[in-house]
DNA sequence: ATGTGACTTGTAGTCCGTG
DNA sequence: ACACGGACTACAAGTCACA
């Protein structure tokens, strides 16, 4: 399974191990809730691209950049 | 305004436009709706990253392209 | 061929918890 | 610090008539 959401799943849980900040800290930050953060990582979330350029934006990456394969 | 859904609101216009399809042909080949088509490319919806991947696979480009500044 | 408003239904997204 | 679940609420998904 390579869909949309597990190449999103991939994407954010990598970035934010580079940035050494937990799933509650990006909770936090982004105004997410924590175990929405959870599902999106773990790929049974389908977000909206609101919330992937919440994300993308703690992270300081491009919003593109979550969802490159 | 330049936020996520006025990029992908460009984004999908231009890419469309360059494969020559309409809205209504891509709202075929999509499975949505045409009125919806509409909505994403003037930038008042806020899609789903699933409904952004049908969208770049009819117009055989990458997601991330669509949210590329 | 497309823009737009007004819907109803499904699910995105929140908030409480547990192990 | 994270996975996972239940019960909600907010909003995306999907449709229609009309311009």
Same mark, same amino acid.
């Given at each position: 399974?390579?869909?949309? /959401?597990? =190449?999103? #799943?991939? &994407? %954010?849980? /990598?970035? @934010? /191990? $580079?940035?050494? +900040?937990? /799933? $509650?800290? *990006? #909770?936090? *930050? +982004?105004? =997410?809730?924590?175990?929405? %953060?959870?599902?999106? $990582?773990?790929? =049974?979330? &389908? !977000? ?7 994300? #993308?934006? %703690?992270? @300081? =990456?491009? !919003?593109?950049?979550? *969802?490159?394969?």
């Amino acid at each position: 399974m390579d869909d949309i /959401q597990n =190449i999103l #799943a991939r &994407n %954010v849980h /990598q970035a @934010r /191990q $580079e940035k050494g +900040t937990s /799933q $509650e800290d *990006l #909770a936090g *930050l +982004t105004g =997410i809730d924590r175990t929405y %953060v959870s599902g999106i $990582e773990r790929g =049974i979330r &389908n !977000p909206s691209i609101k919330i992937v350029a919440k994300i #993308a934006d %703690v992270l @300081r =990456i491009a !919003p593109s950049d979550l *969802l490159v394969l």
